[in-house]
């Protein structure tokens, strides 16, 4: 048996605002709430359902991306001059990284969280 995740739930100050931010980066589409949340659907079995909490820990999400996307998301953060970097202690270093033959980033969104995006995995 294949397990996959299926959804889970992200931590903002603000869900539609974080929703659409993420998927504006990510290159998805934003469809508005369902219920209580707002998702943005990954790929076929994964969603990211965005919910309002006052306090939260930043959590961190790493996503192995096809060097397109890579480069798709990357001129986007580019454009919009948002701050990302090589490395996990190094997050606005402004550089990639190639670690196991691929790209690899990391930047931040509005509330914290950390992003990851890597080719090779």
Known sequence: MEITLNHTIVPSKDK??????????????????????????VNKTLTLDFDNREDFESHHYAFHVSEDDFDGILGRLREEKIPYGSGPGSQEDMEINHWNGGSGLYFKDPDGHLFELLTRP
């Open 16 to 41: 539609v605002a974080s929703a659409k931010y993420f998927a504006r980066i990510f290159g998805f589409e934003y469809n508005g709430t369902s219920g209580h949340f707002a998702p943005v659907k």
